[in-house]
């Protein structure tokens, strides 16, 4: 699914604070000395105080739904733990030139080469010693203490330029969870939770990605916020159409004008309530969906209308196990005759599914009987596999489509009645208003 405003969206704003407010957050070694200041470009038409340098400093207003962390499944406000989770989020940004350099653009260029082109990437610092993340965008954390993030390296602060103060730049962000770098590139080691073929061109910044349900896909390009477009509306029209030239650069920075990021799920998260109405024990081995699951991530560019995943249909399929809430195996859970109750151990376990119509709910059990006499013993053992199409069955009312879509919420409510009887309901909460399905229990095949 690639990158759409229309989204609901997390916000992640970048504040940006004058020097002297900023105490130990900067060593103060990229700021220019007097020497090094100089003028704005003559034809810019720009008279502004230039004697001061600004660090890019990011923040976090947390929103209703919220980042995965660490492939556990959603992390929601009621959720116990929230904040600590939150906290322990990478995000990775970059910031490149959004005008076109001599020479040309190209997002290959990074931080340690030439910081007038990239104003910021992983590859200064502790990041950029490391060759498995020094090509990414620059690492980022949240912090509950004083609602701002914090970029991880203390002693790598960027900073706005002083010597170009009206070069503009694009400001991008994204989230992997726990993706780890496949150990080459080959189809072999191109396995489910990893990531490959990181590419940084004169187009953009992508790699491919391979998902195993627990990990969330998040994108973000900075837009101007509606309270920021109206201060600027409000501005004198030498000075508006300045603001609207140079933005985001040290120019707009000195007017408040910070770059807020409109953070986007790439999947849809899909979670599971089973209820039993039994004539018989039944034990549930396994949830899962059979789903896409490679694509493209790509996350910086001049197109913003590419930023996001794009998967691929015909990359083959993946079963997207769900696992216990930590991240560990799914432990089975027993529905025992005259159960009516929803199986309240499922709580906080989900799936992150690419968006798709062609996804397919497999549930593996065994259904079991016990010795009269002795009715710790199991008599007997029928272990079977549900499987239930879900092309065509999952209708999102408001936007008159199917399947799961990127950025939505779905509920699965499965009722088992014994062996291969099985009831399906969906319901969609989402990010956007969709409506409850009605599944036919009859199609279900084994």
Not at 178 to 186: G, I, R, T, V, W
Not at 220 to 226: C, D, G, K
Request: aromatic share 10%; hydrophobic share 35%.
């Amino acid at each position: 699914m690639l990158y759409n405003r229309k989204a609901i969206h997390i916000y992640l704003g970048f504040l940006l604070m004058l020097l002297c407010s900023c105490g130990n957050l900067f060593t103060g070694d990229e700021t220019p000395t007097e020497t090094d200041v100089v003028d704005p470009e003559p034809d810019s038409g720009i008279d502004d105080d230039y004697n001061e340098a600004l660090p890019v400093m990011i923040a976090f207003n947390p929103p209703n739904y919220t980042i995965l962390t660490r492939g556990q499944g959603a992390l929601s406000p009621d959720d116990e733990g929230y904040l600590e989770k939150l906290e322990n989020a990478d995000f990775h940004v970059y910031a490149f030139r959004s005008d076109t350099p001599k020479g040309g653009m190209n997002y290959g260029i990074t931080r340690e080469s030439d910081k007038e082109i990239c104003l910021i990437d992983g590859s200064t610092g502790i990041q950029g010693q490391d060759a498995s993340l020094n090509m990414h965008g620059k690492k980022a954390s949240y912090t509950s203490v004083t609602s701002f993030a914090q970029w991880q390296d203390e002693n790598d602060q960027p900073m706005y330029s002083q010597l170009s103060t009206v070069t503009p730049f694009d400001f991008f962000a994204y989230y992997i969870d726990d993706l780890k770098q496949a150990a080459s590139n080959s189809d072999a080691d191109f396995l489910p939770g990893t990531y490959r073929n990181f590419t940084r061109n004169e187009q953009g910044i992508s790699f491919e990605v391979a998902v195993d349900g627990s990990q969330d896909l998040i994108s973000a390009v900075a837009e101007l916020t509606e309270d920021e477009k109206t201060n600027i509306a409000a501005m004198p029209e030498e000075e508006r159409n300045n603001v609207m030239k140079y933005y985001y650069s040290t120019y707009t920075a000195r007017r408040n004008i910070t770059p807020v990021f409109n953070l986007r799920h790439q999947l849809a998260h899909v979670r599971f309530n089973i209820k039993a109405n039994m004539r018989q024990d039944v034990m549930i081995k396994s949830i899962g969906i059979e789903s896409i699951y490679k694509g493209k991530f790509t996350v910086a560019g001049h197109d913003f209308s590419q930023i996001g995943v794009s998967f691929n249909e015909k990359a083959g399929t993946h079963r997207l196990e769900l696992k216990e809430a930590d991240g560990s195996r799914f432990e089975p859970r027993e529905l025992k005759i005259g159960m009516t109750e929803i199986i309240p151990s499922l709580k906080g376990t989900s799936l992150l599914v690419p968006p798709s119509n062609s996804a397919v709910l497999i549930v593996e059990a065994e259904a079991r009987t016990k010795i009269q006499d002795n009715p710790e013993v199991w008599d007997d053992h029928y272990p079977y596999t549900l499987t239930y199409p879900l092309k065509d069955m999952v209708k999102n009312s408001s936007q008159s489509s199917y399947g799961f879509l990127a950025g939505w919420r779905y509920t699965i409510n499965i009722t088992i009645s014994g062996p291969e009887e099985m009831e399906i309901k969906v319901e969609i909460e989402g990010w956007e208003n969709g409506g409850d399905i009605e599944v036919d229990g009859e199609d279900m095949f084994e």
